[in-house]
């Protein structure tokens, strides 16, 4: 499966009919834009739903919540695109969490009409829309800091190929792990209530196969990681 990442910019996107199956579609914005999709972004709270209003205001840092709402207008614009709606129409919703059945599951549109993943960092964001549950993850360079207080909550095999490496490479190994990790558990539903230990996605130049999953690593910038999960059709 080889994926383009297309760029989110300034003008109305041209989406298409949203993927069916286990098409994919994958986007990325530059989150300090001034324009995102036709819609100012300085307004992008306007045309978010009173849930993601109270999240970007539990943001205290402007920049993560700047990165927030520009983000979350791409999303509503970009499924907005797919659904035939204005972006202030879509109808956001969270499925039931698979772990312990609370309505604090994966991110949905109400019917279910396309499936979908965003992921932020910085100043990047990446969406991925499906006709099946799909995650992706994007994340930045991690300081070596971050390295020796992470590795022991990865996978054994995980922790002893980074261990294993140079320093100078094991931040961008660390970052590999860590997006395609996450893209796995995003498109689960099931997030890191779990830990980090599985599934085993290993840490090389390509990610190891996960059983009902197609796990990809994807193009980025400089200074990231980022990756894709999709789940198998049924």
């Known amino acids: 499966m080889t994926l383009h990442v297309n760029q989110?910019?300034?003008?109305?996107?041209?989406?298409?009919?949203?993927?069916?199956?286990?098409?994919v579609a994958v986007w990325?914005?530059?989150t300090t834009r001034e324009a995102i999709g036709g819609h100012e972004a300085g307004g992008a709270r306007a045309l978010l739903d009173a849930a993601e209003r109270e999240r970007a205001d539990r943001l205290l840092r402007p920049a993560d919540r700047r990165s927030y709402l520009a983000s979350h207008l791409g999303l509503?614009?970009?499924?907005?695109?797919?659904l035939g709606l204005?972006?202030?129409?879509?109808?956001?919703?969270?499925e039931d969490c698979p772990g312990c059945g609370g309505p604090h599951g994966r991110p949905a549109v109400a019917g279910g009409a396309v499936h979908f993943s965003l992921s932020h960092s910085d100043d990047i964001a990446?969406?991925?829309?499906?006709?099946?549950?799909?995650?992706?993850?994007?994340e930045g360079i991690p300081r070596a800091s971050a390295v020796a207080d992470v590795l022991s909550s990865?996978?054994?095999?995980e922790t002893g190929e980074i261990t294993a490496l140079p320093e100078?490479?094991?931040?961008?190994?660390?970052?590999?792990?860590?997006?395609?990790?996450?893209?796995?558990?995003?498109g689960t539903g099931v997030g890191?209530?779990?830990?980090?230990?599985?599934?085993?996605?290993?840490?090389?130049?390509?990610?190891?196969?996960?059983?009902?999953?197609?796990?990809?690593?994807?193009?980025?910038?400089?200074?990231?990681?980022?990756?894709?999960?999709?789940?198998?059709?049924?």
Do not use: M, N
Request: glycine letters at 12%.
């Open 8 to 23: 989110l910019d300034g003008a109305v996107p041209l989406t298409g009919p949203p993927p069916a199956g286990s098409g």
């Open 28 to 30: 990325a914005l530059d």
């Open 76 to 82: 509503r614009v970009l499924l907005g695109g797919y």
């Open 86 to 94: 204005a972006p202030e129409e879509v109808a956001l919703v969270r």
């Open 126 to 138: 990446y969406f991925a829309f499906s006709g099946v549950p799909v995650g992706v993850d994007v």
């Open 154 to 157: 990865l996978h054994p095999a």
């Open 168 to 186: 100078a490479e094991q931040r961008v190994a660390l970052a590999r792990v860590w997006a395609r990790k996450e893209a796995c558990l995003k």
């Open 192 to 234: 890191v209530a779990f830990g980090l230990a599985e599934p085993y996605v290993g840490s090389g130049p390509g990610p190891a196969p996960v059983p009902g999953w197609t796990l990809r690593d994807l193009p980025a910038p400089a200074g990231y990681a980022a990756a894709i999960a999709v789940r198998h059709p049924a």
